[in-house]
């Protein structure tokens, strides 16, 4: 084994001659650029050797790849800016309601997760129906017909009706696609003011979560992160080819809800609420970003015809994912609609009302993974494609982030074709981003360097 140094954070590990750099900082939490998720072609995830030995090719200015380097000895290990981005969670300011996208509208829908209080006649000899068909017949007085129920309900439900003389709070969840109610939890005495809500957008580059009221609808928190599967793959491409690799779909899966815990945990602490206040989780993603979360095997969406595992997603128990809640805490997943039309676009659409209503509408999506629809109530058609390259200058020798240092905006004399440039903060230059790349091509073309075909 040999001691790791990682500069700048100063955090020394211990690592097997076996692993690679990007896989010792993996572990260790250190986020290190990786856009092709360590097959050594996008030389993105450079580092410094500044002591020790390694196993490893050298590239420009005396850079490894921290993806196909080994350690041979202990190491002293330099992280340049480049390499890395700012990891923080930002909390944002939280709207007053959840609300529809461009609608102020008096009556939100119903939240799937409902709180309901009952106040039951305790049995006598005269009338001494089960305790299950006793909660039953006072549901059906409130148009809940036949919910579904499970064993582990029916074990604790003598002990709870009794504990506070048959008051009783039920946690429902109503199923909209087979209009069914489930009954998830059974609770003694009223416990309905406990009823809270997350919504996550599982994006590929950046997590947003926001945690709501469920009975007021009112958004008490709102907190935005990098999704820390980016250390394993900037877009969803190098992610499937990731999870290809021994264990890398756990890892993928693993990094993400360990991330949303840690932001739910946040968004908790600052509104002084616990864990267990928290009904529901609703995640939104891609089709690719809802297979990873639920650690479903990715591969055949990137193969030729390119078919998810399914568009659907059970209704899921956080439990069941190894997230830290109580065990009646639900997960859904919003469907998708194809292999790359994925929930996040669904929920867009519903959020949108688009699908309601006689104007057409336009909606885009314009996340790493770009998406477009158009319709009204009567037709909706949809396309997609990968939008982050453009914007991020992926798949570019010189391309990154709109950093410090971007090349934002080009203009080219068109005498001498001598270029004239700006960078974001006029910082020295040290590569484009996704609108340089575009003010780029089109002074190109204006100037007739290129043409339309290039
Ligand atoms: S070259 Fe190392 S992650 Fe791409």
Do not use: L, V
């Given at each position: 084994m040999f001691k790791i140094k990682f500069l700048p954070y100063n955090l020394e590990v211990f690592a097997s001659p076996e692993e690679t750099i990007i896989e010792i900082a993996m572990r260790c939490g250190i986020h290190i650029n990786a856009s092709c998720g360590g097959a050594?072609?996008?030389?993105?995830c450079k580092i410094i050797i500044e002591e020790g030995k390694v196993k490893g090719e050298v590239i420009d200015n005396n850079f490894y790849k921290a993806c196909q380097t080994f350690p041979l000895s202990d190491l002293r290990v330099r992280i340049p800016v480049e390499s890395y981005i700012d990891k923080r969670a930002e909390f944002l300011k939280p709207k007053k309601k959840a609300s529809f996208l461009s609608k102020e509208i008096e009556k939100l829908p119903e939240p799937p997760f409902k709180k309901l209080y009952l106040k039951l006649q305790p049995p006598t000899i005269e009338e001494n129906f089960s305790d299950w068909i006793r909660i039953k017949y006072t549901l059906e007085k409130e148009k809940i017909l036949n919910p579904e129920l499970n064993i582990n309900i029916l074990r604790k439900l003598p002990y709870v009706l009794r504990e506070k003389n048959f008051e009783i709070t039920l946690n429902l969840y109503y199923d909209l696609r087979k209009d069914r109610y489930y009954l998830i939890d059974i609770e003694s005495g009223n416990k309905v003011s406990q009823n809270l809500g997350v919504a996550v957008d599982l994006g590929t580059t950046t997590l947003q979560l926001e945690l709501i009221d469920l009975n007021t609808g009112e958004v008490l928190a709102s907190i935005s992160d990098y999704n820390p599967q980016i250390s394993y793959g900037e877009d969803v491409i190098s992610r499937i080819e990731f999870a290809k690799r021994k264990d890398g779909l756990k890892i993928l899966a693993n990094s993400v809800k360990e991330k949303i815990g840690f932001l739910i945990d946040e968004m908790l602490k600052a509104t002084k609420k616990n864990f267990d206040s928290i009904n529901l989780i609703s995640v939104a993603g891609n089709t690719v970003m809802s297979h990873l979360f639920l650690e479903l095997e990715p591969k055949y969406l990137r193969e030729y015809p390119y078919t998810p595992v399914t568009t659907e997603f059970p209704l899921i128990f956080a439990k069941e994912l190894g997230l830290p809640f109580k065990d009646s805490t639900l997960i859904q997943l919003a469907p998708c609609k194809a292999s790359y039309m994925g929930g996040d676009i669904v929920a867009g659409i519903v959020a949108s009302r688009m699908a309601e209503e006689e104007p057409l509408t336009l909606f885009i999506d314009l996340g790493t993974n770009g998406e477009i629809v158009l319709g009204n109530r009567e037709f909706l058609i949809c396309a997609s494609c990968s939008a982050g390259p453009a914007f991020e200058g992926g798949g570019i020798k010189n391309g990154i982030r709109a950093v410090s240092g971007a090349i934002e905006a080009v203009n080219i004399d068109p005498i001498t074709f001598e270029p004239m440039i700006l960078t974001i903060n006029k910082k020295p230059p040290k590569g484009i981003c996704g609108s340089g790349i575009i003010s780029l091509l089109a002074n190109l073309f204006k100037v007739g360097i290129i043409d339309k075909a290039g």
């Open positions: 050594g072609a996008c030389n993105k």
